[in-house]
């Protein structure tokens, strides 16, 4: 006989090890379908062969690898990943994406969770990253391309940046690194804008869901 859906939402969670054990769908399936449409890439596909991972420069540093991304957003555990370091140390270098067999996009997957963490009120937990992502955007938006002087300068007058580099003394190494930049010709000064900055702009306003 089937059994109805009353009694699988009924049935008690078990327990192991003092943990309580989540189950595949026990959030429902809005946050994975809300990530497929958004992302256009078939989370739904990934089988855990661990290739991207196993890919991936920068995983030692992630709380929560990239094959276990996708995972949690097949079990719907939007708040765990929303709150990981994974989604602020990610490159988006693709490495991941170019080794899966099933074509998921992990980098875009990582890109899209680094905007929504952005636009939540979960603290980054990495929040000098989230400060860096946040300070990008505002300059693509305004430029249309990226001028690391004006990038950093941005970055550093947002609150806390500036008082934290010279707490750590990383604001003098970065005052060499720039000088030496700016004598090998590697540093513009002057921020040209992008010449899609329309195309661009109008980009920001489709994704924040303006009307004019
Ligand atoms: S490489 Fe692709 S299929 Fe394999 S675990 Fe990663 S996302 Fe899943
Ligand atoms: S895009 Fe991010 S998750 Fe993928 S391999 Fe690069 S650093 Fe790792």
Redesign the pocket.
């Known amino acids: 006989m089937a059994q109805n859906n009353n009694s699988i939402k009924n049935r008690p969670v078990k327990q192991f090890g003092g943990s309580t054990r989540k189950t595949i769908g026990e959030n429902g399936n809005h946050f994975l379908k809300q990530m497929i449409g958004e992302t256009r890439t078939d ?1 739904s ?9 196993n ?1 991936c420069p920068v995983s030692h540093f992630m709380d929560i690898k ?2 276990h991304v ?2 949690h957003i097949q079990l719907g555990w939007r708040t765990e990943l929303l709150k990981s370091t994974t989604i602020w140390v990610c490159l988006s270098c693709e490495m ?1 994406s170019t ?6 996009d ?1 980098a875009e997957v990582n890109n899209h969770l680094r905007n929504l963490a952005a636009h939540s009120s979960i603290h980054p937990k990495e929040s000098a990253l989230a400060v860096f992502h946040q300070t990008f955007m505002e300059q693509l938006q305004k430029y249309g391309r990226i001028n690391e002087f004006r990038l950093i300068n941005a970055y550093n007058l947002k609150p806390g940046i500036l008082k934290n580099k010279i707490k750590t003394g990383t604001l003098k190494e970065e005052i060499q690194l720039g000088l030496s930049l700016f004598k090998k010709g590697k540093l513009k000064l002057i921020p040209r804008k992008s010449r899609a900055i329309k195309e661009i702009r109008d980009l920001y306003r489709h994704k924040r869901g303006d009307i004019v």
């Open positions: 989370i596909a990934c089988y855990q062969c661990e290739r991207c991972t890919a990239p094959h996708v995972r991941c080794y899966c067999p099933n074509d998921v992990i």
